[in-house]
C-alpha cells in the first residue's frame, strides 16, 4: 500500500523552538507539498518541491523553510516557532508526468506551539 | 488564475437522506476533478476522480460528474450515513506545463454532519 507517512501525529512546542516537520513518500513521486490546515481557512500552501534540492513557494511562506536532500523525503521547518502557527500541517505527494493522479496526503501532525 | 468554489457548510442531514455539495470550477485548459474526504483526525483521502467531460466517477456510492459546460462537479449520494461525516473538498489539477503541472487547486472544504 503506498504511503505518505509524517514522523509525528502530535507536537507541542515551546514559543522560539526550532521545529522540524518530516514527511516520507514511498511511491517515487517527484511532487511534495506541505500545506496547513486552520479552521475557516482551508488547505494554506506554504511550500513545495519538484525535485531534490528544489522548492518553491506556496502562499503562506513567511515562518517557515523546507528542504529536500533525498527524493523521498521533504521537511518542513519553523525557525523559530510561534503561537500563531499552532495549526494542522498536512503532506502530500504527485507524480510530476501525470496531472491526473492527484495528491496523496499524509495522516497530518497536529502542532501545538505554547 | 484558477479557483474552485464549494458551498459552504456546515451541512448536517439526517441519516439515509440524499446528499449534494456544489463545486464549480474556473480554468484555463482541461482540468481533472477531485473529491477529497477527510475524516475527524485524519489526514486527506481521495473519494473519487474524473479526467475528462462528462466523466463520472464514483466510490463508496458517492458520485460526481464533470460538466464542463456548467464547470461543475457536485458530489451527490443517494443515501447518507453516520459514518459519511467528514470534511469534503473539491479540487482540480493544472493542466499546464512547468513547475505547477498537476498541482491541486482546493476549494474551502464542506463540513458534512450526519445524525442518526
Known amino acids: 500500500d503506498v504511503k505518505v507517512t509524517q514522523s509525528s501525529r502530535y507536537l507541542v512546542k515551546r514559543t522560539g523552538e526550532k521545529v522540524f516537520l518530516e514527511c516520507v513518500q514511498d511511491?517515487?513521486?517527484?511532487?511534495m507539498f506541505w500545506y496547513r490546515q486552520d479552521p475557516g481557512l482551508g488547505l494554506r500552501l506554504i511550500y513545495f518541491s519538484y525535485d531534490v534540492k528544489m522548492k518553491e513557494k506556496g502562499d503562506i511562506p513567511e515562518g517557515y523553510s523546507v528542504s529536500r536532500e533525498k527524493k523521498e523525503r521533504f521537511s518542513l521547518i519553523l525557525e523559530s516557532a510561534s503561537t500563531n502557527q499552532t495549526s494542522m500541517y498536512l503532506c502530500?505527494?504527485?507524480?510530476?508526468?501525470?496531472?491526473?493522479?492527484?495528491?496523496?496526503f499524509g495522516s497530518g501532525t497536529r502542532l501545538t506551539v505554547v | 488564475g484558477d479557483s474552485v468554489t464549494q458551498m459552504e457548510g456546515p451541512v448536517t442531514l439526517s441519516e439515509e437522506a440524499f446528499l449534494t455539495i456544489n463545486c464549480t470550477y474556473t480554468?484555463?485548459?482541461?482540468?481533472?476533478l477531485f473529491w477529497y474526504v477527510q475524516y475527524p483526525g485524519e489526514g486527506l483521502q481521495l473519494l473519487l476522480k474524473?479526467?475528462?467531460?462528462?466523466d463520472k466517477g464514483s466510490n463508496k456510492g458517492f458520485e460526481a460528474t464533470y460538466r464542463k459546460e456548467t464547470t461543475s462537479f457536485h458530489l451527490e449520494k443517494g443515501s447518507v450515513q453516520v459514518s459519511d461525516s467528514a470534511v469534503y473538498f473539491c479540487a482540480l489539477s493544472d493542466p499546464s506545463g512547468g513547475t505547477s503541472y498537476g498541482k491541486l487547486t482546493f476549494g474551502q472544504g464542506t463540513i458534512l454532519t450526519v445524525h442518526p
Open positions: 511511491m517515487d513521486h517527484e511532487n
Open positions: 480554468a484555463t485548459g482541461y482540468p481533472s
Open positions: 474524473a479526467t475528462k467531460a462528462d
Open positions: 502530500a505527494s504527485s507524480p510530476i508526468g501525470d496531472s491526473s493522479m492527484g495528491y496523496t
